[in-house]
């Protein structure tokens, strides 16, 4: 059974860079059919999608946070990443690193979820 | 940009009721990119439904997908009490790569 583990600082403060990393066990990031995905949660809120990666270091990412995401991947650690520059306080949130799949019918959606990890931006 | 918009906010019902939650698109989704997950407090959503209608591993035959076109359902059939939490839909445009997200529907025990 694949699991997803999220791992980074806590806190952050105004400006910096967000960056967190994704590690993967139980199977490997270069399974075919499926992509890696950032997610985050503003506090008592919806879930809004990120970006993904793929194991080969193609991504897509939200328009609306663009200009400020970069993801990369390590295949050899089985690992993903984020980094978000230039944080606010609205960038406070739940991070989830989640697996995209690929169904047989062409659907598409996340099957397995880390179990978040809390980022709060303040000085 | 494919907005969606989930309904009622709030549900209300006992233990062995009937839960319809609908999700509508504010132009038309493909079904097969259209996702059901759950999430109860403190803990990462769970994938229930995918491709509108095909239940993900593990989940209970009780969870019904349903809907085409702007207009989807998910149906619990009788809830049990680890049913009861928030609901979101999902859908997928493909070209470019973008995933949205419902508000969510919280269903609480009356």
């Known amino acids: 059974q694949v699991q997803l583990q999220e791992s980074g600082p806590g806190l952050v403060k105004p400006s910096q860079t967000l960056s967190l990393t994704c590690n993967v066990s139980?199977?490997?990031?270069?399974?075919?059919?499926?992509?890696w995905n950032w997610i985050r949660q503003h506090p008592g809120k919806g879930l809004e999608w990120i970006g993904h990666i793929y194991s080969s270091g193609s991504t897509s990412y939200n328009p609306s946070l663009q200009s400020r995401i970069v993801m990369t991947v390590d295949t050899s650690k089985n690992q993903f990443s984020l980094n978000l520059t230039s944080v606010t306080a609205a960038d406070t949130a739940v991070y989830y690193c989640a697996r995209g799949r690929r169904f047989t019918y062409g659907s598409s959606a996340f099957d397995n979820w880390g179990q978040g990890t809390l980022v709060t931006v303040s000085p | 940009e494919i907005v969606l918009t989930q309904s009622p906010g709030t549900l209300s019902l006992s233990p062995g009721e009937r839960a319809n939650l609908s999700c509508r698109a504010s132009?038309?989704?493909?079904?097969?990119?259209l996702a059901w997950y759950q999430q109860k407090f403190g803990q990462a959503p769970r994938l229930l439904i995918y491709g509108a209608s095909r239940r993900a591993t593990g989940v209970p035959d009780r969870f019904t997908g349903s809907g085409s076109g702007t207009d989807f359902t998910l149906t619990i059939s009788r809830l049990e009490p680890e049913d009861f939490a928030v609901y979101y839909c999902?859908?997928?445009?493909?070209?470019?790569?973008?995933?949205?997200f419902g508000p969510g529907t919280k269903v609480d025990i009356k």
């Open positions: 999902q859908q997928y445009g493909p070209s470019p790569p973008l995933f949205t």
């Open positions: 139980g199977g490997s990031i270069n399974s075919g059919g499926y992509y």
């Open positions: 132009q038309s989704v493909s079904s097969i990119y």
